[in-house]
């Protein structure tokens, strides 16, 4: 009789890259990000390993990879296939040593710790099976997606038995679903040629590449000075409306369109997002979005502190007559904080964070509450690796949870992929492209090469750099 398969071991990377000498990922509150992956592998008694990662944006990564290891070391000793019969209840477990769990609990540090582990589990979970993240839950009944779920503290607004039913009643049409998005992708939206750090040049340049590809929904971010956000805005909305940049052959989409209708769509069809990451009070939030009203976005994202329900619900209550909606949640601590943004009605758009959460346990939570509330699921991925996973989660989301993609768009940021052994892509319609293969899990293990060479402090690129190298601490 063969050995059972265990979980060994586990390694962690502290992995940097060095984004604040270009300016990508600025914004009005993060103003100098080194994008950083806090990186952990899952090792077993065989050929198979798990790999995850949350994301930071430089200085304390390594404070979340000294977190990840008290946390992957529960998982050591233990059978993978007596994890994997029901994931909710192993989920359950990572968050319950009592010391690790009295400093979030459930937030902060060690929840995307947690977010990092949980991740690297069900990565070696559709490796052992040889599917993709993606296709491995789909493939679960309606019953096995709810066992793998996280239900505490939201059965108050979703019980386990409302979930079964929801899913059971989208389960007849999974496969017709599967077959539509493997042939079409998934609608991706751009935000890498909004950082606020680039110069109006390069914003018009980015923008006019980013319709040729294809693209039709295009994030700005704002808040750190009102005339420069109505100039940039500006600027791309001259070439987004433009007929003229459409790429050869393309026809104008309709503004009126169900997928488009309250989006704001321009006379090509073209929605502008903006995105204030956090850095407003409520009332200077709302008097800021109505002067960036003549702009005509879809939506303010994270205008104010991410976990202020109620300010989100006042911001929202304030911004519908102009027709302006409101998306948050990259920053949103836990399903919890989710359930109760959509309690209180305070959000247009779900945008769930694939690390911010405590793995896919918790996100398939969120992705079953928007689909009660009948709230659009928009995943936050600005950041090293989140494409690589959100495409998944977003795939999961119209399979089998929601059914529809139809105003769903999934953030797409240009930056990094070429470090992972399988990098996302976006098809000449602006979409993503279906992770299809046997062996990539999650989708997020990394190159040897690109750990080698940005490992914090002593990668070959940070030995060779010494003047890039980050400051530990700032006064």
């Not at 070391?73 to 009592?98: C, H, Q, S």
């Not at 009295?102 to 540090?109: H, S, T």
């Not at 704001?264 to 073209?270: D, E, H």
Request: aromatic share 8%.
């Amino acid at each position: 009789m063969a050995e059972p398969i265990k979980i060994v071991g586990f390694e962690t990377h502290d992995v940097r890259f060095p984004t604040s000498l270009s300016g990508d990922g600025t914004d009005a509150m993060n103003t100098e990000c080194d994008y950083s992956s806090a990186y952990v592998s899952l090792l077993t008694n065989s050929e198979l390993a798990g790999y995850g990662m949350t994301f930071t944006i430089g200085r304390g990564n390594d404070i979340v990879c000294a977190a990840i290891k008290e946390v992957a070391a529960r998982l050591v000793g233990k059978e993978i296939e007596v994890l994997f019969a029901n994931m909710g209840k192993t989920w359950d477990y990572l968050v319950a040593d009592p010391q690790l769990r009295w400093i979030g609990p459930e937030k902060g540090v060690i929840h995307i710790a947690t977010g990092a582990v949980d991740n690297a589990l069900w990565d070696l979970f559709a490796r052992a099976r040889e599917k993709p993240l993606w296709k491995l839950i789909v493939d679960l009944s309606p019953a096995e997606l709810v066992a793998a779920t996280a239900f505490r503290y939201i059965t108050d607004a979703l019980t386990p038995a409302e979930a079964l039913a929801l899913l059971e009643a989208k389960a007849g049409g999974k496969a017709e679903r599967e077959a539509a998005v493997r042939a079409q992708g998934y609608p991706a939206y751009v935000t890498s040629a909004g950082w606020l750090g680039y110069s109006d040049d390069k914003v018009a340049r980015l923008t006019k590449e980013a319709v040729a590809q294809g693209f039709n929904h295009f994030k700005m971010k704002v808040g750190a000075d009102r005339a420069a956000d109505l100039r940039r805005g500006n600027i791309i909305r001259a070439v987004i409306d433009d007929p003229a940049h459409l790429p050869a052959g393309a026809a104008r989409r309709d503004p009126g369109a169900p997928a488009l209708a309250g989006k704001n769509a321009g006379p090509t069809g073209a929605v502008l997002m903006v995105d204030a990451n956090q850095v407003w009070d409520v009332p200077e939030a709302i008097a800021y979005m109505k002067n960036l009203a003549p702009l005509r976005p879809w939506f303010i994202e994270e205008p104010t502190a991410p976990d202020d329900v109620l300010g989100h619900a006042a911001i929202r209550n304030a911004l519908q007559p102009l027709g302006i909606g409101v998306a948050t949640g990259e920053h949103a601590h836990n399903r919890i904080v989710f359930k109760q943004l959509l309690q209180a009605r305070a959000v247009d758009v779900v945008q769930i964070d694939s690390c911010r959460l405590a793995g896919v346990s918790e996100v398939l939570a969120v992705l079953l509450l928007a689909a009660k509330f009948g709230v659009p699921v928009c995943p936050h991925a600005g950041g090293v690796g989140l494409c690589e996973y959100v495409i998944h989660l977003s795939v999961i989301d119209y399979v089998a949870v929601s059914g529809s993609m139809e105003r769903n768009v999934l953030e797409f940021v240009d930056h990094l992929h070429e470090h992972f052994v399988h990098p996302c892509s976006i098809n000449a319609r602006g979409r993503y492209n279906i992770p299809d293969k046997p062996n990539e899990g999650y989708s997020i293990e990394m190159h040897e090469g690109s750990i080698a060479e940005y490992e914090w402090p002593h990668g070959s690129y940070w030995v060779a750099n010494p003047k890039v190298r980050p400051p530990e601490r700032g006064l």
